[in-house]
C-alpha cells in the first residue's frame, strides 16, 4: 500500500542557504527553516535542532572554513538525511554520495561525472546577511551553461561559445561579471554576434544555481513528505572521526535544554569546576581506554552485548522509552553516538570478564573486590558482618 505523503513542518527540513536562492523564495517554496551558508561546524550545530532532513546549498570558504565532511557523516549516522545542490552542496553530494549523501541538480552531476573538478566553479562573490546575500559576480557553472544553451540554439559558434568560457576562466570570482566578460571578448566576437547575444539575453539569463537549489529543496522536502527514512550506512566499515575532529565537535556543538539550546563549551566550563570532576574525567578515560585495548587485542561486542549495555544505562537513568529523544537532546547526543558509548562500555565488560587471561598470572575477580573494598575502606565493615551470620 502506498504510503500518504506526511505533513513537512519548517523544522523538519534544515536548509543553509546564501547567494543561490533568496530565503523568502526558499521558504515559499517548502516548509523549512533556512540558516547562512554553513561553515565548519555548522552542520554540527544543526543537529541539536532535531531535523529529519537537511538541504546544503551554499557553504563558506576561503577566509573561513567550509563544511567538514565529518559533520555530513555524523549527521547521516544520527538518522539525518542530507541533500546537497546548487553550491557547496553539490561539491560535498559529489564527495559523500557513496555514504548516502544525495546529490540533486545539473551542476552536482557535473561534478560526479568529472566534467568539474574544480571548487571555485560554483564560487562568486555575494554581499552579507544584511543585504540577503545578493549575488553581485557570475559564478563559472551559470557561464558555461549559458555559452552551452547558446551555441545549441545557434546564437554563438562553438568557437565563440569557447571564448565566452575562455574569458570567463580567466577572470577571477570577485571580478566575474557579465559586463566584464562582455568586454574581455574583445574582436573574438563580431558586432554581428553581440547583436544576436543581446537579444537573446534579453529576457534574462538561466542561472543554473538557482534552479538546482530549487531542486535540492524540492527534493528534500518530498523525501520527508514521504515518510521514508534515510539510506542506512554502507556496509563498509567507516574510519572513526581522528582524535582532533572528536574535540572539534565536543567543543562546536549544541545541546537542546527545555529553554534554550547551550553551547556544549559552556557546560563542559561548568563540568571542569565541579567538586566530581576528576572522578568523571577519570571514569570516562577509564572506559576509553579499556575500549581502545579491547579493540587493538581484536575485540569486538556482539550486537545483543551492546543491548545489553543499552538496557542497562536505560535501566540506570531511568528514561522511558518516549523520553529518550529528549534526553538525548539534552545531553548533546544523537542515538548513533549514544550507540559509541555503549558500545565502549560493552567493551569495557568485555575486557573486565576475561581480565584473568589477559595478563601473566592476572587478577580474578575475587581478588579485584578485595582490593577495591579495601581502597574504599569497605574491608573492615563488612568482617564484622560476616562474623554475625
Not at 77 to 82: I, K, T
Not at 124 to 146: C, I, K, M, S
Amino acid at each position: 500500500m502506498k504510503r500518504p505523503p506526511a505533513p513537512v513542518r519548517p523544522e523538519d527540513l534544515i536548509v543553509f542557504l546564501g547567494p543561490s536562492l533568496p530565503e523568502a523564495e526558499a521558504e515559499a517554496l517548502v516548509p523549512c527553516r533556512v540558516l547562512p551558508p554553513a561553515g565548519q561546524g555548522d552542520l554540527w550545530r544543526a543537529l541539536s535542532l532535531r531535523p529529519r532532513a537537511i538541504a546544503l546549498v551554499d557553504g563558506v570558504f576561503e577566509a573561513q572554513p567550509s563544511v567538514w565532511h565529518h559533520e555530513v557523516l555524523a549527521a547521516l549516522d544520527a538518522g539525518v538525511a542530507v541533500f546537497g545542490g546548487g553550491s557547496m552542496g553539490a561539491l560535498r553530494a559529489a564527495e559523500l554520495s557513496g555514504h548516502g549523501m544525495v546529490g540533486v541538480g545539473a551542476i552536482f552531476e557535473a561534478y560526479q561525472r568529472g566534467e568539474l573538478v574544480d571548487d571555485a566553479e560554483v564560487a562568486l562573490l555575494h554581499a552579507d546577511a544584511e543585504h540577503g546575500f545578493r549575488g553581485l559576480t557570475v559564478p563559472l557553472v551559470n557561464v558555461r551553461h549559458a555559452a552551452r544553451r547558446a551555441r545549441e540554439e545557434g546564437v554563438l559558434s562553438p568557437e565563440e561559445a569557447q571564448a565566452l568560457v575562455d574569458a570567463a576562466l580567466a577572470a577571477f570570482y570577485q571580478d566575474r561579471t557579465w559586463p566584464r566578460l562582455l568586454k574581455a571578448l574583445g574582436p573574438a566576437w563580431s558586432p554581428d554576434t553581440r547583436a544576436k547575444w543581446a537579444t537573446w539575453t534579453a529576457p534574462g539569463l538561466v542561472d543554473l544555481k538557482r534552479e538546482d537549489a530549487k531542486a535540492c529543496l524540492q527534493a528534500a522536502a518530498a523525501f520527508i513528505a514521504s515518510g521514508a527514512r534515510p539510506a542506512p550506512p554502507p556496509d563498509r566499515p567507516r574510519a572513526p572521526p581522528s582524535s582532533y575532529v572528536r574535540r572539534r565537535r565536543l567543543v562546536e556543538g549544541l545541546c537542546g535544554t527545555e529553554d534554550a539550546l547551550r553551547s556544549t563549551e559552556d557546560v563542559l566550563e561548568e563540568l571542569r569546576a565541579a567538586p566530581d570532576a576528576a572522578a568523571l574525567a577519570e571514569a570516562g578515560l577509564r572506559r576509553a581506554l579499556l575500549a581502545g585495548w579491547a579493540r587493538s587485542l581484536g575485540l569486538s561486542p556482539t550486537p545483543e552485548e551492546v543491548a545489553r549495555a543499552e538496557a542497562d544505562v536505560w535501566r540506570g537513568l531511568g528514561v522511558a522509552p518516549e523520553g529518550r529523544e529528549a534526553w538525548w537532546a539534552e545531553q548533546g547526543l544523537d542515538a548513533h553516538e549514544f550507540r559509541r558509548l555503549c558500545e565502549e562500555r560493552a567493551l569495557e565488560r568485555l575486557l573486565l570478564e576475561h581480565a584473568p587471561r589477559l595478563l601473566p598470572d592476572g587478577p580474578s575477580w575475587d581478588e579485584a573486590l578485595a582490593s577495591e573494598a579495601r581502597l574504599q575502606g569497605r574491608w573492615g565493615r563488612a568482617a564484622p558482618a560476616r562474623r554475625k551470620r
